[in-house]
């Protein structure tokens, strides 16, 4: 089974890069993993991560690390972005009007956790910007901005770890 948390790109693109690499078919490595095709279709394309078990089987079959896939637990970014933005009396088409993201966007990340790194860093910006402009930038959770920052330091080393490996 897979995690539902989107990690950012990086990961799809080292799957795909690996697989193609590897001359197989999203089939072929299915079959070698033990999944469905359609879950490395998921993979690929960020709507989801392999579990602990795919993960390593990925690594024996791809030479993909495991540790690309280190994600944070979703109901907590989704209880920090929801709690703050209703601190604020932001409502979620004026935050994604604030961040430059969808309002389905900021409903599913409030609802499952889900996004890119890219994408909460844009909302937890907005938040603070927010914040800071009526100051009330106590009301931002310093965990929820640690937790933003950390996802792209960890995006930004993935993405220039795998341009120098050729895995992007």
């Given at each position: 089974?897979?995690?539902?948390?989107?990690?950012?790109?990086?990961?799809?693109?080292?799957?795909?890069?690996?697989?193609?690499?590897?001359?197989?078919?999203?089939?072929?490595?299915?079959?070698?993993?033990?999944?469905?095709?359609?879950?490395?279709?998921?993979?690929?394309?960020?709507?989801?991560?392999?579990?602990?078990?795919?993960?390593?089987?990925?690594?024996?079959?791809?030479?993909?690390?495991?540790?690309?896939?280190?994600?944070?637990?979703?109901?907590?970014?989704?209880?920090?972005?929801?709690?703050?933005?209703?601190?604020?009396?932001?409502?979620?088409?004026?935050?994604?009007?604030?961040?430059?993201?969808?309002?389905?966007?900021?409903?599913?990340?409030?609802r499952?956790?889900?996004?890119?790194?890219p994408?909460?860093?844009?909302?937890v910006?907005?938040?603070?910007?927010?914040?800071?402009?009526?100051?009330?930038?106590?009301?931002?959770?310093?965990?929820?901005?640690?937790?933003?920052?950390?996802?792209?330091?960890?995006?930004?080393?993935?993405?220039?770890?795998?341009?120098?490996?050729?895995?992007?």
């Open positions: 089974m897979s995690t539902m948390i989107k990690q950012g790109n990086a990961y799809c693109s080292a799957i795909r890069t690996a697989r193609i690499e590897k001359g197989m078919t999203q089939v072929e490595l299915a079959r070698a993993i033990g999944v469905k095709n359609s879950s490395i279709s998921y993979w690929e394309r960020g709507r989801c991560v392999p579990s602990q078990t795919h993960r390593r089987r990925l690594k024996r079959v791809l030479g993909i690390d495991p540790v690309l896939f280190d994600t944070y637990k979703g109901d907590v970014v989704a209880k920090l972005v929801c709690s703050t933005r209703t601190e604020l009396k932001l409502t979620k088409t004026r935050l994604a009007a604030m961040s430059g993201i969808s309002t389905p966007t900021i409903r599913r990340l409030e499952t956790g889900c996004c890119q790194a994408v909460l860093a844009k909302i910006t907005a938040l603070v910007s927010y914040a800071k402009a009526r100051r009330m930038t106590q009301i931002v959770p310093v965990e929820l901005v640690e937790i933003a920052c950390n996802r792209m330091r960890r995006y930004r080393a993935i993405e220039q770890h795998g341009q120098t490996t050729s895995m992007c």
